[in-house]
């Protein structure tokens, strides 16, 4: 097998069936093919069992299929289950299934690490190493998917691009990705059951407002005025909030999908009175559906801490007196670094 042969998830079923045709053999045999990829989900052309030994050999000759592999797996107490994935090049990205009664959702990366050096997220303190391809960001979710099957009974309800690696920086492949994953030949999941994370890429929010999109949108906030969010997010000075609520707004007008902020609570940094109503003036700005205000997950490399129990509850009180439909979202999968900001390969 030459490592420079084509993958094979990367041909259309139009590409695949002129390949077969070109080989002597009938068309369904791409049909087959493809729906060993993308529905049936093979990790090897030996698994593509209707077809002949003869056959797969010849796949096998002329093209590759590197999936990706679950290399290590950690249980939370809570039932959060982290995986830690090895692609074919022998990085390392990781995924997460956060389940609840009412949902299975699955937390997936787009980047082999991160450029955008957030202070309070473990990604940020690694180099971006590249992005992952569209079929990537597919075995992923239908990994992750499986774990949810096998372990709760359940198919996966939810999907949100909040892992390591800012989805936006990695456009092409997470559409594509999305495409496949909502596809009725793919995972036949409803985009609307689908959240894409941006730290705010101004100029790419328009640009999913230009395609279309049909999937959800949430900005991670965690700061609602230009200095202290360029203090923790330096992606803020070249994309800051003025342009972040424009584009936003721009996204709203062209698709009318739902829009949601993220918003950590930073003990003594963005938890007071004034922070909130700084909040607040955002939220009114934008036609957002929820804050989530997220509890802080301490990782190594920063110093900050989560504010006490009670001025969490005063903030979110001062939101909901203010009409901000704010939810508080308590962490899952601390005790193995699976909670929001925390993913960073440590094994």
Not at 69 to 88: C, E, M, P, W, Y
Not at 98 to 120: E, H, M, N, Y
Not at 207 to 213: A, E, I, S, Y
Request: aromatic share 8%.
């Amino acid at each position: 097998m030459k490592s420079d042969n084509q993958n094979i998830r990367h041909l259309t079923l139009p590409a695949l069936q002129e390949y077969f045709g070109s080989i002597g053999e009938k068309a369904f045999r791409a049909k087959q093919v493809y729906e060993w990829i993308w529905q049936r989900h093979a990790q090897s052309f030996d698994d593509m069992t209707n077809l002949s030994k003869d056959l797969r050999a010849k796949l096998s000759e002329h093209f590759v299929l590197p999936a990706v592999k679950v290399d290590a797996i950690q249980q939370s107490n809570d039932g959060t289950i982290k995986s830690r994935f090895r692609l074919h090049d022998n990085h390392l990205v990781e995924g997460v299934l956060i389940p609840t009664d009412s949902r299975q959702t699955a937390c997936v990366s787009s980047q082999v690490g991160c450029s955008l050096s957030c202070k309070f997220c473990a990604t940020g303190y690694m180099d971006r190493k590249r992005n992952l391809e569209y079929d990537e960001i597919f075995d992923e979710v239908a990994l992750i998917n499986q774990q949810a099957q096998e372990s709760y009974g359940k198919k996966l309800t939810n999907i949100v691009f909040m892992g390591m690696g800012e989805p936006l920086l990695n456009y092409k492949n997470v559409l594509k990705a999305i495409e496949r994953i909502t596809a009725p030949d793919g995972l036949a999941m409803s985009p609307k059951r689908i959240t894409v994370s941006t730290a705010g890429v101004a100029k790419m929010i328009r640009q999913l407002g230009d395609d279309k999109v049909r999937f959800n949108l949430a900005l991670s906030l965690h700061a609602a005025n230009d200095k202290k969010r360029s203090e923790i997010m330096p992606i803020n000075d070249s994309n800051n909030l003025k342009e972040l609520i424009a584009a936003l707004n721009y996204f709203y007008k062209e698709t009318g999908n739902e829009i949601s902020f993220e918003y950590i609570l930073f003990k003594d940094f963005n938890d007071s009175k004034a922070d909130a109503d700084e909040l607040i003036r955002i939220y009114r700005q934008v036609p957002a559906d929820l804050v989530n205000i997220i509890e802080y997950n301490p990782i190594d490399m920063a110093l900050f801490r989560k504010p006490d129990a009670q001025t969490a509850e005063e903030f979110m009180e001062y939101l909901a007196k203010n009409k901000v439909n704010a939810r508080l979202r308590r962490s899952r999968g601390k005790d193995i670094d699976a909670a929001c900001g925390q993913l960073a390969n440590k094994g």
